[in-house]
């Protein structure tokens, strides 16, 4: 058996369709540029419809968008079907990356706002899942990637409801590496810290540098470094982690 295993780093997506969710920009688009340097074809999709056409197409051959609000039950099912007659092939990659972030404080957020974030950050990656399931499972593997948050392993103070909503997508995460690791589906979690994107832009300057002040790498961290550990877990190279999670923080949270 051990025999069969290649153990030399395999970041070979040749063959592969990958589908990311929130892919218009900040790391979801970086984690497109990443795959698609790698081999994949990837199919970005979002809610961001100008920016993503802009985007896949800056990207050239290999690339496609897609519009997917990943809320949408429905409309996910038309986005593989889309997506797999672009391609010939159904993407057995996903990577959950879209998210909701509306800071709000306990007394401050809406029962809507609560539910909102619910259904893009937690209820988004399952109906994703569903809805590559049976793809997956006819090829007999695929791997998904779910980006959570140090949000999802902490507590911080003024986004109670994007809090709940990514230690939610930990549980899946790993509820989902058991029920669907008999069919050869992996399924695994990425937790960035602070990142440079537009969503950490929403913070204010002084929380962020606090972040920064308490990294024991002190600096924000960069998309690309967050888009490495989704391809790895996405990979070849990372074949026997499943309900695994790699955080990205720059050490953040390590008291
Ligand atoms: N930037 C950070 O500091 C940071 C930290 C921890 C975790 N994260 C996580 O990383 C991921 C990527 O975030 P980012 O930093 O690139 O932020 P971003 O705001 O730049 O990108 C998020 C993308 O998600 C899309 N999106 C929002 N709602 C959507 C929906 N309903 N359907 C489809 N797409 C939707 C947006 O249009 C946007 O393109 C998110 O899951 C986020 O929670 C980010």
């Known amino acids: 058996m051990s025999s069969t295993i290649n153990t030399n780093v395999n970041l070979d997506f040749r063959g592969r369709v990958a589908l990311i969710t929130g892919a218009a920009r900040g790391q979801g688009l970086v984690t497109a540029e990443h795959m698609l340097s790698l081999g994949a074809r990837v199919v970005l999709t979002d809610i961001d419809t100008e920016e993503g ?15 997917l609000d990943v809320s949408d039950a429905g409309a996910w099912a038309e986005c593989v079907a889309t ?6 092939e159904a993407p057995t990659i996903l990577i959950n990356n879209a998210a909701l972030y509306r800071p709000a404080r306990v007394e401050e957020v ?4 609560f539910m909102s974030h619910i259904g893009v950050n937690l209820h ?25 948050s140090v949000a999802g392993i902490g507590g911080f103070e003024g986004i109670v409801a994007y809090t709940a909503s990514k230690w939610g997508l930990r549980g899946l995460t790993k509820a989902c590496a058991k029920e669907l690791g008999p069919r050869g589906i992996r399924v695994n979690s990425v937790i960035p810290g602070l990142i440079e994107t537009r969503m950490a832009s929403l913070n204010s300057a002084a929380t962020n540098a606090a972040y920064v002040a308490e990294s024991p790498l002190r600096r924000i961290g960069q998309p690309i470094e967050v888009a490495a550990a989704s391809a790895f877990l996405a990979s070849e190279s990372a074949s026997f982690i499943t309900g695994a ?5 720059g050490g953040l949270t390590l008291s």
């Open 83 to 88: 997506a797999t007659s672009t391609f010939q």
């Open 245 to 249: 999670e790699i955080v990205v923080d």
């Open 53 to 67: 056409q802009q985007a896949a197409a800056n990207l050239g051959d290999g690339a496609t968008y897609l519009t």
């Open 110 to 113: 809406s029962s809507e706002d």
């Open 124 to 148: 988004g990656p399952l109906l994703g899942i569903q809805a590559l399931l049976p793809a997956m499972t006819a090829a007999g593997t695929g791997s998904v990637v779910n980006v959570s």
